[in-house]
C-alpha cells in the first residue's frame, strides 16, 4: 500500500519533469541561434535521463503488480486451504467416529464369541458327565 502511494507519487513528478522539460523546449527554440544549440544538447539529456527514470518506474511498476497480484493469489489460495483443510478435518473426524464404531462392533462380537465357547465348553462337559453317568450305570 506505502509502496503504491510512493509510486504514484514518482510518477506525479515525472509527469510534471515532463511539462517543465516541453516549457524549456519551446522557450531554448525561441532563442538566438548561439544559445539555442547548447541548451537543446541539455535538454536531449534531460529527455534521456527522463526516459531512464520512466523504464526504472515502469520495472517497478510492474513488479509490484506482479508482487500484487502473487499476493492476491496466495490469499485467495490460502482461503482454499483452509476450506480444504476444514472439508479434510470433517473427513477425518467422519472415518475416525466409523473406525471407534467398528471396533467397539468388533470387540462385541468377539465378546459374544467368547461367551458362546465358554457356554459350549460347559455343555460340553456337562453331556460328558451325563455319558460318563450313563455308561456307569449301564455297567452296574
Known sequence: NRRRQKLSEIQAGVEE????????????????????A????????????LNNLKREVKKSS???DSLA?????LESGMGDTTMA???????LLTSTERLN??????????????ETEDLGVSILQDLH?????LLHTHDT
Open 62 to 64: 510492474s513488479a509490484n
Open 17 to 36: 519533469a515532463e511539462a517543465l522539460i516541453r516549457k524549456m523546449d519551446l522557450e531554448a527554440r525561441s532563442l538566438q541561434p548561439s544559445l539555442k
Open 129 to 133: 458327565q451325563q455319558r460318563q453317568s
Open 85 to 91: 483443510s476444514a472439508d479434510q478435518r470433517g473427513r
Open 101 to 114: 464404531h467398528s471396533s467397539d462392533r468388533i470387540k462385541d462380537s468377539r465378546r459374544t464369541l467368547l
Open 38 to 49: 547548447n541548451l537543446l544538447a541539455k535538454l536531449r539529456e534531460y529527455k534521456s535521463d
Open 69 to 73: 497480484a502473487r499476493d492476491e493469489l
